[in-house]
């Protein structure tokens, strides 16, 4: 595994964790650890969606397909 996949798959279960919390109990981790209107928290969230969309090509690859 590359360091860029194993670095998006982080990022993606850090957002993935941070929805689940939101969507569970209503409470915004990336948010309360930051901030919700901090620079730094905007970076993260920019991150995250950056790794989710690096991660669509993931599909097309032969070694994970199965």
Known sequence: MKVLDAIALILIVIGALNWGLI??????????????????????????????????????REEYRN
Do not use: C, D, E, P
């Open 23 to 60: 969507g569970f109990f209503n409470y915004n981790l990336i948010g309360s650890l930051f901030g919700i209107t901090s620079m730094f928290s905007r970076i993260i969230y920019g991150l995250v969606g950056l790794a989710g969309i690096y991660a669509i090509s993931f599909l097309g």
